[in-house]
C-alpha cells in the first residue's frame, strides 16, 4: 500500500464543482487501475491504463474522465457529480505480462458530493 | 462471464481458532485467483493469490488458500486466529485471456473475538 499513494484522502464537492484525484505509484509497475468502492456493492473497476494506453472503460459516465501521463501518475478529473457518485475511489497498480499480476492499492479518496 | 460470489456477509470466530473465509468463482479458462484485506480507512492489500502450481497457497500473515478447480473454490484460511486479523476480505478473479479486467467479491467482514 505504501508503495501508491493517492491526494487527497477526503474531498467534498458540490456538484458543480470540477475537481481531480492524482494518484501516484512508486513500484515500476506497467499497469494502473480506477475502482470505486461503495458500501454493499462489489469493487467497481473504472478505468485500466496498460504502458499509459487504456485498455479498460467500464461503462462510466463521462463526467468521470481519467489520463495517464506517464507509467508512474493517473488521475480522474470530475465534473458534474451526482450525489451517488459519493464512495471510495481507489487506484491501483500492477505488473502485468511479465510480472506477478497482484495488484497494490492506494489508500484511496473519500468523496462526498453535495 | 466472470463472477466472484463471498457467501457469507460476516464470519466470527473466537481467537486461537481456525477461520475460514469462503470463495467461490465462474470464469471460463484458467482463472487467476487473489485474496486482499482491507483495514478501516485503507486501501486493499494484497495476502495470496494463486496462478498455476501447488494448490495450496502460503501468503501473508500466516494465511493460506486452496485452489478447488472441481468446486471453483478458492477459500481462505488461517490455523489460529489472531483479534489482528478483524477486517474486511475480498476474493478476486482475473481470467487469463484478460488479466486487466479483475472481478471482486462483495467482501466478507471477518471478526476475530478475543
Known amino acids: 500500500e505504501t508503495g501508491v499513494t493517492q491526494t487527497p484522502r477526503h474531498l467534498v464537492m458540490g456538484m458543480t464543482n470540477k475537481k481531480s484525484l492524482k494518484c501516484e505509484q512508486h513500484l515500476g509497475h506497467n499497469a494502473m487501475y480506477w475502482y470505486k468502492q461503495s458500501a454493499k456493492k462489489p469493487l467497481e473497476l473504472m478505468f485500466v491504463?496498460?504502458?499509459?494506453?487504456?485498455?479498460e472503460n467500464n461503462s462510466v459516465p463521462s463526467r468521470f474522465s481519467p489520463e495517464c501521463p506517464n507509467s508512474s501518475h493517473l488521475f480522474l478529473h470530475l465534473h458534474t457529480l451526482q450525489p451517488e457518485d459519493s464512495a471510495l475511489y481507489l487506484c491501483a497498480s500492477s505488473q502485468q505480462r511479465t510480472g506477478s499480476y497482484e495488484q497494490y492499492f492506494g489508500p484511496g479518496t473519500r468523496l462526498t458530493v453535495t | 462471464a466472470q463472477s466472484v460470489a463471498q457467501p457469507e456477509d460476516q464470519v466470527n470466530v473466537a481467537e486461537g481458532n481456525p477461520l475460514t473465509v469462503k470463495c467461490t468463482y465462474s470464469?471460463?479458462?484458467?482463472?487467476?485467483l487473489f485474496w486482499y484485506v482491507q483495514y478501516p480507512n485503507r486501501g486493499l492489500q494484497f495476502l495470496l493469490k494463486?496462478?498455476?502450481?501447488?494448490?495450496l497457497v502460503k501468503g501473508s500473515y500466516g494465511f493460506e488458500a486452496e485452489f478447488n478447480k472441481s468446486q471453483t473454490s478458492f477459500h481462505l484460511k488461517k490455523p489460529s486466529a489472531l483479534v489482528s486479523d478483524s477486517a474486511l476480505y475480498f476474493c478476486a478473479v482475473s481470467a487469463t485471456s484478460g488479466t486487466y479486467k479483475y472481478i471482486f467479491g462483495t467482501g466478507t467482514r471477518l471478526k476475530v473475538l478475543a
Open positions: 491504463y496498460s504502458l499509459e494506453e487504456r485498455v
Open positions: 494463486y496462478i498455476t502450481g501447488d494448490n
Open positions: 470464469v471460463s479458462g484458467n482463472p487467476y
